[in-house]
C-alpha cells in the first residue's frame, strides 16, 4: 500500500501505549522519539470520563511523559462538535467530570430545563432517575448526542456497560438514535487534526482496533498502522473488507519512525 511521510502522528491509547495501568513495550520510547523529533501528536480514547489533566496522570503514573495538551478525548471531540453547531447552546448531560468540563470549556450551559441537546457520556454510576429525564428530554425535541458508541468498557472484574449500551436503551424508549462523535466517526480525528494543525495527508493513526481506529483512520485519509498488542489479532484481518496501510507487533516497530 501507499507509504507517505509523515509529519504528525495520532494515537488510540488502550492497547498501543497501555493496558490495564501498564506501558506497554515500546510506549515511552515512542513518546519520547515523537516529542525530541517535534512531531505534532495527539493520543486519542473514546473515553470520557476524564478530563486531559487526569489522564495525563494516569499515563505518568504508566511512566509515560505526556503533555496535557497531546489528549484528545472522545468529550473534548464532542464539546468542539457542538460549540460549531450550537455556540453558546445548552445540554443536559450524563457523564463525568470529563465530559461536563469539556462542555463548559466549549461555552455550554447545562441545565434540565429545555436543553438543546442531550449528551450522554460515560460513567461508573448510571442513575435511574437520569436516564428518564434523558429520555423525556429527547422526546421533548432535545437532540441526542452520544460522546462515543462503544457498549462495553473494561474493569477489573469484567465488563462493564458503556455509552452505547446506555444510549440503545434511550433510543428504545425515546424513538430517537443519537449522534455519536467519537470513534469510529472521523469527525473525531478531522477535530484533532485541526487542534494540532495537521494535514491528513502527512499524518498516521496507529490504532489496535480495526473496526474504531483503522476504519476511521482511512475514512479520514489517513496513513494507517495496526498493532498487534491490543484487540485485533492478525488472523482477524480477513475478516474486514478494508486493510491498514502496515501491520506491526507493537508501538516499540515505529520508535525510529516517529524519530525521523
Known amino acids: 500500500m501507499t507509504d507517505r511521510e509523515i509529519h504528525s502522528w495520532l494515537t488510540d491509547m488502550d492497547g498501543v501505549l497501555v493496558h490495564e495501568g501498564a506501558a ?7 513518546i519520547r522519539a ?3 523529533a517535534g512531531r505534532p501528536f495527539l493520543i486519542l480514547t473514546n473515553n470520557s470520563i476524564y ?4 489522564l495525563r496522570a494516569r499515563l505518568h503514573g504508566a511512566g509515560l511523559d505526556v503533555p496535557e495538551d497531546a489528549i484528545w478525548t472522545s468529550a473534548l471531540a464532542t464539546a468542539t462538535f457542538l460549540a460549531e453547531q450550537e455556540p453558546g447552546g445548552s445540554a443536559y448531560a450524563i457523564g463525568e467530570a470529563g465530559l461536563t468540563t469539556a462542555l463548559h470549556e466549549a461555552g455550554y450551559t447545562l441545565t434540565e430545563s429545555d436543553p438543546d441537546y442531550v449528551v450522554l457520556g460515560e460513567t461508573r454510576t448510571y442513575s435511574f ?3 428518564t429525564k434523558a429520555i423525556r428530554l429527547v422526546q421533548a425535541g432535545a437532540k441526542f448526542i452520544g ?5 462495553t468498557g473494561p474493569s477489573a472484574e469484567g465488563d462493564l456497560p458503556a455509552t452505547g449500551a446506555v444510549a440503545a436503551m434511550i433510543s ?5 438514535k443519537p449522534y455519536y462523535v467519537g470513534k469510529p466517526n472521523p469527525m473525531m480525528f478531522r477535530s484533532a ?3 494540532i494543525e495537521a494535514h491528513s495527508e502527512t499524518t498516521a493513526m496507529v490504532g489496535d482496533r480495526m473496526d474504531t481506529d483503522i476504519v476511521a483512520g482511512i475514512e479520514a485519509g489517513l496513513q494507517t498502522f495496526l498493532v498487534l ?17 502496515h501491520v506491526v507487533d507493537s508501538v516499540a516497530d515505529l520508535v525510529d519512525r516517529a524519530a525521523q
Open 24 to 30: 506497554l513495550p515500546g510506549a515511552a520510547e515512542f
Open 34 to 36: 515523537l516529542r525530541d
Open 51 to 54: 478530563t486531559p489533566r487526569d
Open 129 to 131: 432517575e437520569a436516564l
Open 147 to 151: 460522546t462515543n458508541p462503544d457498549v
Open 172 to 176: 428504545a424508549a425515546a424513538g430517537r
Open 193 to 195: 487534526l485541526n487542534r
Open 229 to 245: 498488542s491490543g484487540s485485533t489479532r492478525r488472523e482477524d484481518l480477513d475478516r474486514f473488507p478494508f486493510r491498514p496501510n
